[in-house]
Nanobody, 117 residues
Framework: QVQLVESGGGLVQPGGSLKLSCAASGSNFNLYAMGWYRQAPGKERELVAAVTPGCYTKYADSVKGRLTITRDNVKNMVYLQMSSLKPEKTAVYYC???????????WGKGTQVTVSS
């Protein structure tokens, strides 16, 4: 069973950048497609970026050009580089498998990203 710990969030000014990390423990990490999900206040959690075991990436239209997802299958890590951040991108960011239903409802604690001056 995979367990996930997100980190790297914080307060950043509009236009700034931030890199999130996700440490995955458990077996078979390399077999899963992974994704970063975002949940803004009062909104549904949404998938914003995904990466296959072979590192093929896909992004939501709303974030193309501003997010880069990568993974390190040796270190069992998934990363999300965010740039040109806007206040409306304030949210809790989670990593999970893609689709997240693979882990039967499991979610890590997420990491809070606040974009504000």
């Amino acid at each position: 069973q995979v367990q996930l710990v997100e980190s790297g969030g914080g307060l950043v000014q509009p236009g700034g950048s931030l890199k999130l990390s996700c440490a995955a423990s458990g077996s078979n990490f390399n077999l899963y497609a992974m994704g970063w999900y975002r949940q803004a206040p009062g909104k549904e959690r949404e998938l914003v970026a995904a990466v296959t075991p072979g590192c093929y990436t896909k992004y939501a239209d709303s974030v193309k050009g501003r997010l880069t997802i990568t993974r390190d299958n040796v270190k069992n890590m998934v990363y999300l580089q965010m740039s040109s951040l806007k206040p409306e991108k304030t949210a809790v960011y989670y990593c999970n498998t893609n689709p997240h239903t693979i882990l039967l409802g499991y979610w890590g604690k997420g990491t809070q990203v606040t974009v504000s001056s």
